[in-house]
T-cell receptor, first 110, second 113 residues
Framework: GNSVTQMEGPVTLSEEAFLTINCTYT??????LFWYVQYPGEGLQLLLK?????DKGSNKGFEATYRKETTSFHLEKGSVQVSDSAVYFC?????????FGKGTRLHILP | DVKVTQSSRYLVKRTGEKVFLECVQD?????MFWYRQDPGLGLRLIYF???????EKGDIPEGYSVSREKKERFSLILESASTNQTSMYLC????????????FGQGTRLTVV
């Protein structure tokens, strides 16, 4: 079946460091790709999305590009802040249901 | 402001009890989902529904059932709660299927003792 793999956490970085969280998905069909973020004590909320190849989604300084040739959707941010500490989920939408990665917990140290 | 509301943030139930988790969305979304979230396992799909009175099994339906009598409400039922059902339960809804964002409730942390 369809699946998604994202890098294991936790990831600990200092403030202003560069962030990459890797995500790869199985290539059945042509899914839309999403990143969700979960702040402590809250439900998930959409961070960004891309719906076709080479699309770049962006929000709050985060970016991810839909790479069909490598079936990847890596999340990046040039300079992280303490307030970015959260759990991040990669989530392809395969038309019948959304598949979530296991989540990557991010800790940002001041 | 769009909203998915789960009836409880925290619940404590005894083994063997019948447990109802309620979810209501105010966005007129067709699709609704129940996930459980456990450390190291991410979100796992329990059941989903594409329309009133319709339901589909997800990846881990055993020990659960669902009910969708109205479009805005999707209930998760634990027929006989067990300690291995202690978890965070998340409800979500989407409009249609293609390219659509999921909206989540705040979650219900259920403890079965």
């Amino acid at each position: 079946g369809n699946s998604v793999t994202q890098m294991e956490g936790p990831v600990t970085l200092s403030e202003e460091a560069f962030l990459t969280i890797n995500c790869t998905y199985t290539a059945t069909g042509y899914p839309s790709l999403f990143w969700y973020v979960q702040y402590p004590g809250e439900g998930l909320q959409l961070l960004l999305k891309a719906t076709k190849a080479d699309d770049k989604g962006s929000n709050k300084g985060f970016e991810a590009t839909y790479r069909k040739e490598t079936t990847s959707f890596h999340l990046e941010k040039g300079s992280v802040q303490v307030s970015d500490s959260a759990v991040y989920f990669c989530a392809p939408n395969y038309y019948d249901k959304i598949i979530f990665g296991k989540g990557t917990r991010l800790h940002i140290l001041p | 402001d769009v909203k998915v509301t789960q009836s409880s943030r925290y619940l404590v139930k005894r083994t063997g009890e019948k447990v109802f988790l309620e979810c209501v969305q105010d966005m007129d979304h067709e699709n609704m989902f129940w996930y459980r979230q456990d450390p190291g396992l991410g979100l796992r799909l329990i059941y989903f529904s594409y329309d009133v009175k319709m339901k589909e099994k997800g990846d881990i339906p055993e020990g659960y059932s669902v009910s969708r009598e109205k479009k805005e409400r999707f209930s998760l039922i634990l027929e006989s709660a067990s300690t291995n059902q202690t978890s965070m339960y998340l409800c979500a809804s989407t409009r249609g299927i293609l390219n659509t964002e999921a909206f989540f409730g705040q979650g219900t942390r259920l403890t079965v003792v």
